[in-house]
């Protein structure tokens, strides 16, 4: 089994710079694709991307494309979602989320972090 920790969130002005990790523990996250969702009160989750495991593919939701990076390193057993260019509308907890040798894109993802806060303020 993986553990996933994030970590990274807190409180950035609109057009501010956070870069959240995904930290894994247990099984190396190298064999792992690797998603982000966020989630604000009282609404769905909703998909932020992911990484593949093999080729590190990224996949972004349309509200994040151009402004989020994912990386990851293998040596550290981390991924790395990098935002740019924040939003008041990107407040959220977010979370990481691995699935082994899963598909980038609908992928059912087994293993969750407890989440992260990252709070945008205009």
């Known amino acids: 089994q993986v553990q996933l920790v994030e970590s990274g969130g807190g409180t950035v002005q609109a057009g501010g710079s956070l870069r959240l990790s995904c930290a894994a523990s247990g099984r190396p996250i190298s064999t792992y694709t690797v998603g982000w969702f966020r989630q604000q009160p009282g609404e769905q989750r909703e998909f932020v991307g992911a990484i593949g495991w093999s080729t590190a593919n990224t996949h972004y939701a349309d509200s994040t494309e151009g402004r989020f990076t994912l990386s990851r390193d293998n040596a550290k057993n981390t991924i790395y979602l990098q935002m740019n260019s924040l939003k008041p509308e990107d407040t959220a907890v977010y979370y990481c989320?691995?699935?082994?040798?899963?598909?980038?894109?609908?992928?059912?993802?087994?293993?969750w972090g407890q989440g992260t806060q990252v709070t945008v303020s205009s």
């Open positions: 989320a691995a699935q082994a040798y899963g598909r980038l894109i609908s992928v059912q993802y087994d293993h």
